[in-house]
């Protein structure tokens, strides 16, 4: 039985919700993929999985019974997402920037799809550690990075002065 129109508007509510909450920690951040990629990424997923579920309803075919496998469709979805996350990935400098970012993206497409077959609980808990990782251990790797640096600095001196 397909999903009804309401449960539909809470799910793509709630989709809006859990990826404006990770989109604004990116945006806070000033990365390339912010409020609104992340807040669509979400919602894409979660469209798709809702259309998965109610899409027999507006097909007109002719046979009892239509089988979908929702395995095909998340499959699409990670190959999809995988590609728009590595658009934000690039070098430069000797460095590689846009992997946490790329991570974001793939992580809250995840989101949305269990968004959009009602798996509120894992939809939750994702969001959460997603934020979790992004926000709170990010500011500790920034720390520990700074510290680092400070420390190549100061040996750096020590053998300058010798």
Do not use: C
């Amino acid at each position: 039985m397909p999903i009804d129109n309401w449960t539909m508007i809470i799910r793509v509510v709630g989709a809006l919700i859990m990826g404006g909450l990770v989109g604004f920690e990116r945006e806070q951040e000033q990365k390339p993929a912010g409020l609104r990629t992340i807040m669509l990424v979400t919602l894409g997923s979660t469209l798709l999985l809702i259309l998965a579920q109610r899409g027999t309803v507006f097909l007109d075919l002719s046979v009892d019974m239509v089988s979908m496998d929702p395995t095909r469709i998340l499959g699409s979805l990670v190959q999809g997402v995988g590609f728009l996350g590595a658009g934000t990935i690039f070098f430069h400098r000797h460095t590689v920037h846009g992997l946490t970012t790329a991570a974001a993206i793939w992580t809250m497409a995840v989101v949305g799809a269990a968004i959009g077959v009602g798996d509120w609980g894992l939809a939750i808990v994702g969001t959460i550690a997603a934020y979790f990782i992004l926000r709170i251990l990010g500011k500790i790797t920034h720390r520990i990075e700074e510290a680092h640096k400070n420390h190549e600095l100061q040996k750096e001196r020590k053998d300058k002065s010798k």
